[in-house]
């Protein structure tokens, strides 16, 4: 097992730290790409030069969880994002986040991940840029509510608010086997898939993100987002979330690997 410690990190607004501290920590935010480069992520290493690691914070009182880089690892090819007690005490429970350093726009975005289960737990493919990259909040979302294992959400946030959400049955439970997860967002709207079938799409007329985001994959407890998430429950801990691979293909893009969406269009 391979554990990594992070140079840097950025966090959703959402869920952000006071933005001196995060500039402290990070410097100017770079400049936004036209879309950003393909990539397929096995994690047959951890690539330092794509992925930032989240590292010493809690996003807010409740998360119940701090960011550490102690639950980030590399192991048998898949990314694993854990969720454990601290060695000591008064730290509590440490929790995996990953993030890209570069910004991306219109495409595909991919990620074949599997879950354990647990009330209180949310297992989070999604991107995001906001107030914290000096940037308005846009943030698109798949979400695997760990209470129910049997269905995924869907979401967006346009300027800071909430649009676009949805629920959708899973073709088998998330504990189960690694599921495939897609979203296609384009000048048209946004497609989430599941196993390659569409399950979601935002409406006409709805408002949608329009700015370039990063790409980030995390694991974390609450124990006040009750009727979101379910009540916490510690005999769930500890907790892992396995990623196979996470892919990004520009808008426009023919199909790059055999387990694409694309390739199933």
């Known amino acids: 097992m391979l554990k990594y410690k992070a140079a840097s990190a950025q966090t959703p607004a959402r869920f ?20 950003g480069a393909a990539f397929l992520e096995t994690f047959d290493s951890f690539d330092t030069d794509r992925w930032f690691i989240s590292d010493g914070w809690s996003n807010g ?30 730290e509590g ?10 910004e991306f726009g219109y495409g595909t975005y991919e990620v074949s991940m599997r879950t354990m289960s647990g009330s209180g737990f949310n297992a ?3 991107t995001y840029i906001g107030p914290v990259h000096d940037q308005p909040h846009d943030e698109i979302d798949v979400e695997v509510l760990l209470q129910n294992t049997d269905e995924v959400t869907f ?12 629920v959708a049955s899973l073709p088998q439970a998330s504990d189960d086997g690694f599921i495939h997860y897609a979203f296609t967002w384009s000048s048209d ?16 007329g709805v ?8 790409i980030y994959a995390s694991l974390w407890g609450s124990e006040t987002f009750i009727d979101w ?10 907790m892992d979330l396995e990623v196979d691979w996470i892919a990004f293909t520009p808008i426009g893009g023919d199909c790059a690997f055999p387990e694409s969406v694309l390739c199933q269009l």
């Open 229 to 238: 998430m379910g009540p916490f429950d510690p005999a769930a801990v500890p």
């Open 16 to 35: 952000a730290i006071p933005w001196l501290v995060v500039s402290a920590m990070l410097g100017a935010a770079p400049a936004a790409a036209q879309n």
């Open 124 to 126: 989070a493919f999604f």
């Open 61 to 90: 009182d409740w998360m119940n969880c701090t960011w550490s880089s102690d639950a980030v690892s590399v192991e048998n090819g898949n990314l694993v994002l854990s969720y454990f007690e601290a060695d000591t005490p008064s």
């Open 93 to 102: 429970y440490l929790c995996g986040e990953i993030q890209t350093r570069e």
């Open 155 to 166: 979401n967006t946030y346009v300027s800071g608010a909430p649009e676009n959400g949805s």
């Open 189 to 204: 709207g946004i497609r989430w898939y599941v196993n390659g079938t569409e399950v979601h799409r935002t409406e006409d």
């Open 207 to 214: 408002p949608r993100p329009a700015n370039n985001q990063k």
